[in-house]
């Protein structure tokens, strides 16, 4: 008669030949192709914050032949806004410029659900066509960083914007928002002390990959007294810091004296 052997017998002498043999492959990796979040291709790391995708719009543009006052006046006149198209050079906007115009109305409502300083801190798909409204033929499509927009005073319609291409190469320098966070459980503040905020924004060199939308400042053990330096801040550790981290971001100040209360 016929006995057939378990199948746990005949399978664990295969499962373990083949975990050996993955041991040893592992073994034999060189260590510099181990995952480094220094090195590149980089990625965002568990805990950061990230781009949140509903924003994650593509711009329209179209070329524009010349600038100038007039031109810029016509532009805005039919809804669009001037704008520029720099190579980046050593982070920041270089030469190789080149003219478009972009809808106003996409910039405004980019600006006003980001905020300003988010929106200049996050990189968007820009797609350059022949016609108005996507229409025609595609030019070229890049990734650009916004570096200014300018805004009317009055109506805060945007008067043009200086954009930055944005290479998956590139290293940008970005003044990046700060985001406070943890005040309910504040030591400081739970005692009525005030909470003062000296930088909004902190400049760093940031791998197009993986430039922030924003940074967490957490207060929640932040005390009568104390304060956070831009060394404590939490980044990726491919971002390199452009100021002195010595320099203060906040602090918790001490509430009033009783005889200040009784003077107000």
Request: charged residues 25%.
């Amino acid at each position: 008669m016929l006995l057939r052997r378990p199948l746990q017998t005949l399978t664990l002498p295969l499962l373990r030949r083949h975990f050996a043999a993955a041991a040893a492959a592992e073994a034999l990796v060189p260590p510099h192709q181990a995952v480094d979040p220094l090195s590149p291709p980089y990625d965002y790391l568990p805990g950061h914050p990230r781009p949140d995708a509903k924003h994650d719009e593509v711009i329209l543009a179209v070329p524009r032949a010349s600038s100038g006052r007039h031109v810029a006046a016509k532009e805005r006149k039919a809804g669009r806004v001037p704008a520029i198209v720099f190579e980046q050079e050593n982070g920041q906007e270089g030469g190789n410029k080149r003219l478009v115009s972009v809808q106003s109305k996409q910039i405004r409502k980019l600006v006003d659900h980001l905020g300003r300083s988010f929106f200049l801190s996050r990189l968007f798909r820009l797609q350059v066509w022949s016609e108005h409204a996507g229409q025609g033929e595609l030019i070229e499509t890049v990734h650009v960083l916004p570096r200014k927009v300018h805004l009317h005073a009055g109506t805060d319609e945007p008067l043009n914007i200086t954009f930055m291409r944005a290479p998956s190469s590139a290293l940008l320098k970005i003044d990046v928002p700060l985001m406070f966070i943890g005040e309910d459980a504040s030591p400081g503040l739970r005692k009525g002390a005030y909470f003062n905020t000296i930088k909004r924004t902190v400049k760093y060199l940031c791998p197009a990959d993986i430039v922030p939308p924003y940074i967490e400042v957490d207060l929640s053990e932040l005390d009568v007294g104390q304060k956070l330096l831009m060394r404590d801040l939490k980044v990726h550790p491919a971002l390199k810091l452009l100021q002195s981290p010595d320099q203060p971001i906040c602090n918790i100040i001490g509430s009033r004296a009783p005889e200040q209360k009784k003077g107000k």
